[in-house]
Each structure stands twice: as C-alpha cells, then as structure tokens.
C-alpha cells in the first residue's frame, strides 16, 4: 500500500489539509460509509511520512478491523473509495481558490431559479471582490467575462426590449482572456523552441500580430508583457522590446500573479542568457541583476528552493562578471536553499567551474569528476569544461578521446535542438582545427573562430591564439 495513488496523494497534504479531509470524510454529504472514517482516521496517524512498515497492507487492515481477518477485495474497496474521496476534496479546494468562479456558478443558479433578489445582491460582492484585486492577468479577464455573461443571462432573463451592454463586455473580456493566454502559449512554444527540437504549430499569431499593431492594448498589462516577449523572441534586433519589456515588468510587478509573472521574468532572463552565449557582453550585467532581483523577490523559487539552474546561472554571470569572492560566498550560502535531490551535483558542478575560472584546475577537474550528467546540461557543459581543463593540463590523449565521444554524444541526442546543439558541435571542430593547424593555417582558423556565429567558448579559443604568440 506505501506505493499506491492513495498514499502518494496523501503524502502531498499538509496539516491543515490533512485536518480538513478527516471533516471531509466524515461529512454524510460526501460519505456515508463509515468503514472509510475509520480506514482515513489510522492512515492520518501515519501521516506525514506513512512508513513502509504500518502501510503494509496486512498491518494496516488489522489495525482497522482488529476482530476480521484480512480481506484483500475489501481493502481494495476501501483504497479505491478513499482515493476517489481525496481527489473530489483537492478538486473542490482548487476550486475555491479560483477567484469568482464560484461566485459565478451561484450567479447562474440564481438567474435558472428566478431568485433576483439573491442574484443582485451576490453580483455586487462578487464585482467588488474582483475589482479590489490588484492583479490584471489572463485570470482577471476570464472572471470579468464570467460575471458579464453571468449579468447578461440574468438581463436576457428579465425579457426587456432594450439595449444592455453586458453582451458586449461579455466579448470583450473574453477577447482581452483569449489575447493575453494565447500571446503567453505562443510565447512559452517559441521559447522552448530556441532549447529543445519541438515541432509547434503558431496558429492564428500573425492575425493577432496584426491586430494588436492596429489597436494597442497599454491598458491590459498582461496583454502588453506577453506582447514584448513576443518581440524579443521574434525579432532579429530586440533590444528595444526588451528594455520595453524590463520597465512593464517593473511596472505592473505587483498586477500579476506570481506564477505567471515568474514565467514573464523568466522569459526576459532567457532572452538575455541567449544573448550572452552569443558574447553580447553587456548582457552579462543585465541577466546577473535580473537574476538577483528574482531571488531577492523569491519569485525564481520553487517550493521554496532555488532551482539548481537559477542557482547555476547566477554563479556563472558572477565569474563572468570575475566577483570570485562573492560568488563562493554565493555558492556556500545558497547551496542550502537547493533542494536536497539535486544539491550535491549543483555544488559539484559550480564549485569545478568556480576553480576552473581561478585557474585551480586540479581542483575543478576534481570536482567535475563527481558531477552526474542527469541533465543533458549537465552533460553540455561538463564536457566542455573537461575539453578546457585537458588542453590547459596538456593532458593529449583525454582530450582527444573526450572530442571524439563528445561529437558522437551531439550526433546521437535528439533531445538537443539544432540551436544548442550548434555551439558544441563548432567548439569541437574549431579545437580540433585550432590543435592540428600548423602556424601558417592560424589566422585562417582564427578567422573562422571569430565569424562563426554559433559558438561557445569563443573567447576562450581566441586566448589560445595569444598564447601560440
């Protein structure tokens, strides 16, 4: 039983929760099965780490019905119509969390039983507890259509001849809902896109595209964010759009949710990050103060950890940037807001690269050794340290092998799209090249490491042109 769905949800509920499913059980409304309040009240004592041994399912049977013998079918039963119990329970929990919602379905029960009284009465508290919200999200659009198609069924109810204008607020805010969640799908695709080999299908943008540069919606702080995201994505210069784009988030901070102003930001991060790579070095500066203020602001965490690839980033824009005393500050202080599963890898790697930047290459080949390619990241960009750390120790026949593997790794890996996939596969080649050219080929090489335009380590190889003077 510790395996099963039942266990597995349970163990998600915190102690609130787990309190207020025991009422949930016990409610004759719900559950008339008195069987399931007891199996629930032994299975809440086990709780919050339900142990492998009381889940057993003999042991848990007997201490529920200590006087009958076990009963597979009839513990099956019980699993079975607890689970169904716990999922109506998060459901309805999720769903009075959602604003007016279900305000709105009280709304519409009061207008299909002819109750105008209670109608109107519960539309004001309803309007006003939308309008008291700061936020303006896609969220607070589709809620403003939900009570104007709510106020236009009760109007149409009335069955007066006249003009009532919820009709058309109806359209609109289910206009402005649909604008700001597609240009947000559209950015998300676009975005995975510049990662992973991902065949989306942009339907209906370049009608959007043209409607919006026809009618501007700057009153709408979702519509106009996701709109500059847009831009930036799509555009061959998006400087602009993406000082646009800092100063709406500045802005309208505060005017939306914190998931999806978590996905903006991230959004702006990785147009800088794709910058960066591309050696654009003032982008540097400007992704490691995005990067601070989401941390700072706690918006770039995740169950209150730090993702190890926030937590990555940031320590490699600090050695960018050469603050090595504050960045292994970084790396001690915060190792501890990663979560535990991916902590020892994240300081592995960032505690290898850290030394390899102070030219500690003992050290970082020591610590690289231990990382564990979980990710294909990882993978990337441990490989690519490695190449660096051997050529730098004249280590020759590692550093051959390791390109050969590496270029086979490129080849093989259909999870890598073609943009990040492209940097490694011109690092591998211009090194090889840059190792085998005899002096009179090396300002040809040379050349091609400078007008590449995917390519990594690019500086780095230039220094190895010093160096040969």
């Not at 409607?211 to 210069?237: G, M």
């Amino acid at each position: 039983m510790h395996n099963s769905k039942l266990i597995a949800l349970l163990k998600t509920f915190n102690t609130k929760e787990l309190r207020e499913f025991k009422d949930f059980v016990s409610s004759p409304f719900y559950n008339k099965n008195q069987e399931l309040v007891q199996f629930y009240a032994y299975l809440k004592k086990l709780a919050p780490d339900f142990s492998i041994k009381k889940t057993k399912r003999e042991n848990a049977y007997a201490n529920v019905f200590p006087d009958q013998p076990y009963n597979e079918k009839h513990l099956n039963y019980l699993m079975s119509f607890l689970l169904k119990l716990a999922e109506k329970y998060i459901g309805l929990i999720k769903y009075e969390c959602k604003g007016i919602l279900p305000d709105y379905h009280i709304l519409i029960s009061c207008v299909e039983r002819d109750l105008p009284k209670h109608y109107q009465n519960r539309y004001q508290k309803s309007l006003q507890k939308l309008e008291n919200s700061e936020l303006r999200d896609a969220n607070y659009y589709y809620q403003k259509y939900l009570l104007s198609d709510a106020a236009d069924q009760f109007f149409q109810n009335q069955k007066l001849r006249r003009f009532d204008k919820n009709l058309q607020y109806a359209s609109d805010n289910l206009d402005l809902f649909y604008l700001s969640s597609k240009l947000k799908y559209t950015c998300e695709m676009l975005d995975r896109q510049k990662v992973l080999s991902a065949d989306y299908q942009h339907n209906m943008i370049e009608e959007i595209v043209n409607y919006l540069n026809k009618k501007p919606h700057h009153q709408h702080p979702s519509i106009d964010i996701y709109y500059q995201i847009f831009l930036t994505l799509t555009k061959v210069n998006g400087e602009t759009h993406f000082e646009n784009l800092k100063q709406l988030l500045d802005i309208h901070f505060n005017r939306i949710s914190p998931k999806e102003i978590k996905q903006m930001y991230l959004a702006t991060l990785n147009f800088c990050i794709r910058k960066v790579r591309k050696k654009e070095e003032k982008y540097v500066k400007e992704a490691f103060d995005l990067f601070l203020k989401g941390i700072e602001t706690r918006l770039l965490y995740e169950n209150d950890h730090l993702s190890p690839w926030t937590f990555k980033n940031v320590i490699k824009l600090g050695l960018r940037l050469k603050q090595f005393d504050w960045t292994e500050q970084f790396i001690l202080t915060y190792q501890n807001h990663l979560d535990e599963e991916f902590r020892q890898n994240a300081l592995n790697y960032n505690l290898a690269d850290l030394f390899y930047y102070k030219k500690e290459l003992g050290k970082a080949l020591e610590y690289l050794q231990k990382v564990e390619y979980s990710d294909v990241f990882y993978a990337l960009n441990s490989k690519e340290m490695l190449l660096k750390i051997y050529y730098e120790m004249n280590e020759e026949e590692a550093l051959h092998n390791l390109l050969a593997s590496f270029r086979v790794y490129l080849r093989r890996n259909k999870l890598i799209s073609d943009n990040v996939r492209l940097p490694y596969q011109n690092f591998i080649t211009l090194l090889s090249q840059t190792i085998k050219s005899e002096p009179g080929q090396r300002s040809f090489v040379k050349e091609k490491i400078k007008n590449t335009e995917s390519l990594t380590a690019r500086n780095w190889l230039l220094q190895i042109y010093k160096d040969f003077k």
